[in-house]
């Protein structure tokens, strides 16, 4: 159980330390809601791609008249999925990235903010 010291000094000295934890819980709280709205809005941009592709695919199938160019058409909807997915990957990597160097950052801030004088 916490004990709480009887001394009125005391007082300020625990609530500048709870503040400093408090801030510091805050701060990684935020960055990773940042990094979650990153990632997400991520992933929605790579489905969007995916599905158009799909789509631009099918109709471009649907619309093939010649059996024999049924499988290249099938085979060029597969270029610029590839693109997309290389362009998810480097993003992906950006994303995490900064993730960790803001996180990383935001704790090592944290043991700073715990250590003022009060």
């Known amino acids: ?9 005391a007082a300020p000295a625990l609530r500048a330390q709870l ?6 819980i805050a701060t990684l709280s935020l960055r990773g ?17 995916v599905v ?8 471009q199938l649907a619309a093939c008249t010649d059996p024999l160019q049924f499988v290249p058409t099938a085979m060029r909807g597969w270029e610029p999925l590839g693109e997309h997915v290389r362009n998810y990957q480097q993003g992906l990597l950006g994303v995490t990235a900064e993730a960790q160097t803001g996180l ?3 704790a090592a801030l944290a043991p700073l903010a715990a250590k003022r004088p009060c």
């Open 1 to 9: 159980m916490l004990s709480f010291p009887e001394s009125p000094a």
């Open 19 to 24: 503040d400093a934890q408090v801030g510091a």
């Open 33 to 49: 809601c940042e990094l979650l709205a990153r990632f997400s809005e991520l992933n929605l941009q790579m489905a969007r791609h």
């Open 52 to 59: 158009e592709t799909a789509f631009d695919t099918g109709r």
């Open 104 to 106: 990383g950052h935001a």
